[in-house]
């Protein structure tokens, strides 16, 4: 089974900062990787798939790139509504379809 | 309004059964696929199980649960299932319904239900 790792487990940060969350894939993946958005106590919310093509009605201020086995997930200037957890999850050499433990934001 | 909602969560004891649904509206639910992911209690995601939305369905398990739960669904009452017997503690979490997006293995979720809650507890 491929392993996802994800980079920071939890980062603070201020509204309108520039934050990159970081997705590493144990082999890899050929950008076959989407993220999710979760809010507390809410789904998950698909935000990008094919690690860098951003799914309808997520704002422009989401934005994906990476390749092989490292990714990234980038939030261009970081608004109150974006405190959540983010996963990401494989879709390469499936199944199982494997996400990463998650990276917790939190606004200062 | 497209949505799924999760029913049939609660609490049971190490080794019994339970039955969870998922019902489907606002869209062409025979025409998609489906999947169970499990969340444990403040951890992360896991895929459980596949169902195909083709006449001659394909299923897929993880392992964990493989032997122990089984997928279904019914195209006429718009709704999935998953019968889960033997249960564990370690099954205790918020079970979501998944839409599928795709072909396997390129496949991914995006629609999600609401959850529904299984504690495995004595």
């Known amino acids: 089974d491929i392993q996802m790792t994800q980079s920071p487990s939890s980062l603070s940060a201020s509204v309108g900062d520039r934050v990159t969350l970081t997705c590493r894939a144990s082999?890899?993946?050929?950008?076959?990787l989407v993220w999710y958005q979760q809010r507390p106590g809410k789904a998950p919310k698909l935000l990008l798939f094919a690690a860098s093509r951003v799914q309808s009605g997520v704002p422009s201020r989401f934005s994906g790139s990476g390749s092989g086995t490292d990714y990234t997930l980038t939030i261009s200037s970081l608004q109150p509504e974006d405190a959540a957890t983010y996963y990401c999850q494989q879709y390469y050499n499936t199944p199982p379809w494997t996400f990463g433990q998650g990276t917790k934001v939190e606004i200062k | 309004e497209v949505q799924l909602v999760e029913s049939g969560g609660g609490l049971v004891q190490p080794g019994g059964s339970l039955r969870l649904s998922c019902e489907a509206s606002g869209f062409a639910f025979s025409g998609y696929t489906m999947s169970w992911v499990r969340q444990a209690p403040g951890t992360g995601l896991e895929w459980v199980s596949y169902?195909?939305?083709?006449?001659?369905?394909?299923?897929y398990y993880a392992d964990s649960v493989k032997g122990r739960f089984t997928i279904s669904r019914d195209n006429v009452k718009n709704s999935l299932y998953l019968q889960m017997n033997s249960l564990r503690d370690e099954d205790t979490a918020v079970y979501y319904c998944a839409r599928g997006v795709g072909a396997v293995p390129e496949y991914y979720f995006d629609l999600w239900g609401q959850g529904t809650l299984v504690t495995v507890s004595s």
């Open positions: 169902i195909s939305n083709s006449r001659s369905v394909t299923i």
């Open positions: 082999q890899g993946i050929r950008n076959s």
